[in-house]
């Protein structure tokens, strides 16, 4: 098998619960990351430059794009935030996992440009759950949660285009359904090409 | 998530350790099941109808094939075998897993017919490894040993056709891969379409 790592993208609606699952799963597998994003907003009290993101200038981020040194990125409320290709390559040479958390749009500009990465959705188990979880945070008002409702059904409308879809309706089994996903990806087809070469040239 | 089981098309060429594999992974899992081959060839002593094979008649078996009632079959040394529909049907609307220990030949004729089956590999981790694994036993003579190797070669030749490559070194570890497959195959898009359809019309 390759030694390489997998790349993993990561996407489903706010309140299904990626954050938790990814902790859970991190906590199992020190064999994976998390890619942490570059973003040129203003650092918060509380947040560390190059563990919650890279905190770059304008003019850094610009270049990053230019150089193909982002392998996604968006424009939100004015600042950039992407996911930069140089720790992803590194990581993945050394043999790490490196799991990007990001919404749809970047899932498909990874997808098009790095068609051996494996992407999965978080579900909650029925529209209904995900109504309840985000109306039960209670620290939004009526309005945010309609708009983060409709946000949901533009993100949920986007499942079918990747490759798995993961139900979080108890954490740690959705977690081990993470886990599967990935230790089944290193037996796939795709990415044993040049074990299955080596094996044919000794027959 | 759908409730119907998995159909796991289970190949590699002998010597690989298909059998030990499987024994390992069924004692795992209850939940899976090993298909059971029918034949028109003679019980042997010891072999127990139903259990080994089902023992049919050559009538039988061929009116099995005009009513499309093996999903898969081949013609080895005047004898029929081929896989019979009917309980396989039945095994995985009970959601259970339906494993098929088959050639590449009848493989080939599966993943034609249900494009949803999951088709496995299974692979020594060197083609020495497998001329050991089939020089050490010690039953045969040379001529034979190359007979089989030639076999292994050209049933090796057509792995890249699989889903997935299971290399047998440890034969736990193996078990355990095939387990992450099948798990992971029930988090599939392919295997989901029910779900993320019921899902969207929530929206």
Redesign the interface.
């Known amino acids: 098998?390759s030694k390489k790592g997998i790349l993993v993208v990561f996407s489903g609606p706010s309140g299904a619960g990626k954050g938790t699952i990814l902790a859970e799963y991190l906590r199992r597998s020190p064999k994976a990351v998390c890619s942490v994003s570059a973003t040129t907003r203003k650092l918060r009290p509380g947040e560390v430059d190059g563990v919650h993101y890279h905190f770059v200038t304008r003019e850094a981020f610009e270049e990053m794009i230019r150089q193909g040194e982002v392998i996604e990125y968006t424009e939100y409320n004015g600042n950039y935030y992407g996911s930069p290709a140089g720790p992803i390559r590194r990581q993945l040479e050394e043999g790490r996992d490196v799991i990007l958390e990001i919404e749809v749009k970047g899932a498909q500009q990874v997808r098009a440009k790095f068609p051996e990465a494996l992407s999965?959705f978080v579900?909650?188990p029925?529209?209904?759950e995900l109504r309840r979880r985000l109306t039960g945070r209670g620290t939004e008002n009526e309005e945010q949660i309609r708009a983060r409702l409709q946000t949901?059904?533009v993100e949920?409308?986007m499942?079918?285009d990747?490759?798995?879809?993961?139900?979080n309706d108890v954490v740690s089994e959705a977690a081990?359904?993470l886990?599967?996903?990935i230790?089944?990806?290193?037996?796939?087809?795709k990415f044993?090409q040049e074990?299955?070469q080596d094996?044919?040239s000794?027959?």
């Open positions: 098998m999965i579900m909650p029925t529209f209904e949901a059904r949920v409308a499942a079918p990747y490759d798995y879809i993961v139900v081990d359904r886990g599967y996903i230790e089944a990806a290193r037996c796939s087809r044993n074990f299955i094996i044919l000794q027959t």
